[in-house]
């Protein structure tokens, strides 16, 4: 079959990120320019000043990806842009330069689903992974349990009640003072923590056991700061760090463990930010060895927002033949379609 050239673009919330792919699973180059910095000042993403960012960046990162790649525009045969979910502002910037590049080039455009990128990261370093499996995504926006039917095709088996995974880590970080973004903050000082030390509740949402819900520890953390602050009592916050962790890992391994069995699935993967979390990885991996099914999850750089996963989730859409028009438009609250 002829090789095929991808450009991928992702530039939905803080990460002007873009990389060229061939045949789906090989990545010749992945740039990611990172405004982490900028938003740290704020505890948070600032989706006008990360708008305005991409701008700055997005040529650059495009040169930067063609020059690694050893390409130019004119070897590539299609280009894959985040068209949502994300930030109105930010998701436009992608769009409105892979709908410049496809017009000029003649390329075929395809738009992708941001969760969908997530759960393509897994092609890339497996070269076994193929549909069905199960997948759990989850990421600073999203926590979703979905089987991959087919390349593209997913049911929705479960998804987020309140916070994503992520939001709870970034939301309890602030709480103790780490900063912005929590995950990683959090998984640090927890190295350091007891994972027993506070019992933080295990949500799980009632007659929907794929369903996740994590609002209520999040709160469970607060109160428990609060209290010990009233009573002037010493927070250890590398335990806080720990059994909040321990928590999250624990509900994250469970619900995706009664997906697989209920469905009889074989294959499990994770993606997304949280995933590139090495506790959880652990837990995941003993969880899926006991239950005798393959388990994977991508590298964290192929975790975290990245554009690789953008081009590998468009490769397969091009093989399909799916094309969008230049009226694409960004759809910051794009559902997943089934
Ligand atoms: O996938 P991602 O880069 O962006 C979204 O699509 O949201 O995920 C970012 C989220 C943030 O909430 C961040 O705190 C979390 O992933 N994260 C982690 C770790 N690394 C990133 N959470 C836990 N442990 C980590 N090592
Ligand atoms: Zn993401």
Known sequence: MQDRLILGIESSCDETAVAVVMNGRRVLSNVIASQIDLHTLYGGVVPEIASRKHIEKINQVIEEALKQAGVTLEDLDGIGVTYGPGIVGALLVGVSVAKAIAYARKLPLIGIHHIEGHVSANYIEHSDLEPPFMCEIISGGHTDLVIVKDYGSFKILGRTRDDAAGEAFDKVARAIGLGYPGGPKIEVLSREGNPAAIVF???????????????????????????????????????????????????????????????????????????????????MAEACEREKIKFYYPSSVFCTDNAAMIGTAAYYKFLKGTKHGLDLNAVPNLKLEE
Not at 214 to 240: E, H, P, W
Not at 256 to 282: C, F, P, T
């Open 201 to 283: 509740p295990r949500a799980h949402v009632k007659d929907a056991p794929y369903d996740f819900s994590f609002s209520g520890l999040k709160s469970a953390v607060l109160n428990y700061l609060n209290q010990c602050r009233m009573a002037q009592k010493t927070i250890c916050k590398a335990d806080v760090a720990a059994s909040f962790q321990q928590a999250v890992v624990d509900v994250l391994v469970d619900t995706a463990l009664i997906g697989v069995n209920d469905y009889h699935m074989m294959k499990l993967a994770i993606g997304g930010g949280v995933a590139s979390n090495q506790k959880l990885r652990k837990a």
